[in-house]
Every structure is written in C-alpha cells, then in structure tokens.
C-alpha cells in the first residue's frame, strides 16, 4: 500500500504540484462529455453546463456537477488525510513522499498545495470560492452528528473532508475577512452533490461558523511570562 500510495503521489506531485496547476478548478473545467461518457454525449453536447441555468438539460447539468464533487472530494480526501492502517483502510498521506519511515509526508505536500495553490486568492482571486465550495460539499447529515436539525449541516468533524483542520483554521484566519467581506449570503451558487444540493445563501452562514471554531483552535495558546506565572507554594 506505501509503495502504490507513494507512486499516485508521485503521479499527481507531477502533473499538478510541480507545475502548479489547480486541480479542483481543472475538475470543474473538464468537458462535459467526460463524465458522461459515450452513450450520452450527444444529450451533453446539449446540456448547459451551468446547473443553475434555466437552459439546456439541467437535470444531466446537475448530475455532472455532482460527479465532479465526488472526484474532487475523493482524490483531496484520498491524498490528503494521514489516518493510519485501523482496519478500515489507511490514507495516501500517512506515507511519507519515499522511503519506509511513514510520516505523513505526503499529507503535509498535499495541504501546503491545496491551501497554497488552490484555495489561494493570492493566487487567482476566485480560488476562494473553490475552497467555499469544497466547505459545503462536505456537509453533514445530523442523524450522523446527532443534532436535532433537518437537512444537512456544517460539522467540525466532516467540513475538512480529509485536510488538515488545523490547516484550514490557518487559512480561514488568514483569509477570514476578505472572504467575508464578499458578502457570499446572497451570492447565488449552489453545490451539487450526490446526497444533497447546498447554497450560499442557506448554508454558508453555518460553515463560517465551524470555519470560526476551527480558526480558534489553531491559534497558539499565548505563552504566560515566568514573573506572571503563580507563585509556587
């Protein structure tokens, strides 16, 4: 498992981090016929590739901006989440990028990249929205979470979707007031998945939310000088 591990990396490192290039905006940008394969290319031909448009088959719109999610959502989770071997498969990132020391080496690579390339506005202003995109598309259902609630829902535990939390707290603190600043309540986008279909506008205030939670939790506790340290008894 390192060995095929290290050689996907190796593969995607290639392709994708050396040279820079956004996956998830590539994602998004593949043609239609992509996902839909021969038998329905001529309908996707037709199709809009906006799901949100009032043109063309919206409905075959719809199901391929749910299949680019997943093939977002499972190449990031896959390459980027350092859980070790627990009996239910262990992440590509637990390995490290060569060698048998297993240290989390390709995790580390694959945040710095998605953080650093793809999600930065530094880098291509609407980048914020790929990363605001990946947030709802890593909703909750709350049967799972047990709260009270109907449809599906930020959590702490599932908004990360295999990055590093404490990676994504950075850059929410990092980028918390621009993007905020955007005003993306009453932007109107939604994001297609297979289990649910999320807006900016209903669901984008609970995932700032979390986004706070998790920025609070990446801040360094503040050392306390030795001369305010209590005394000793």
Known sequence: MRKLSQEVFALFK?????????????ADDAPVDAFLGIALAQRGEQASRDPQSQHGDTAIARRVASARSVVKSFVIYQLSNSLPPNGSGVGCGHYD?????????????????????????????????????????QLSSPFYSGRDEDGYIATKAGLYGGLNPKEMGNYWRQHREHIRGLDCQNIQRCVFTPNYIASYRDDID????VLDELADEATPALAVPDELQPASS
Do not use: K
Not at 106 to 130: K, S, W
Not at 206 to 209: A, D, E, H, Q, S
């Open 14 to 26: 290639r392709t994708f981090i050396d040279s820079r290039r956004n996956f998830i905006a590539e």
């Open 97 to 137: 990028e060569d060698g048998v020391e297993d240290g989390g080496g390709i995790a580390r690579l694959m945040n710095d990249y998605v953080f650093g390339t793809c999600f930065n506005p530094d880098v291509h202003e609407n980048n914020v929205f790929l990363f605001l995109d990946h947030c709802l598309s």
């Open 206 to 209: 609970g995932v700032f939310t």
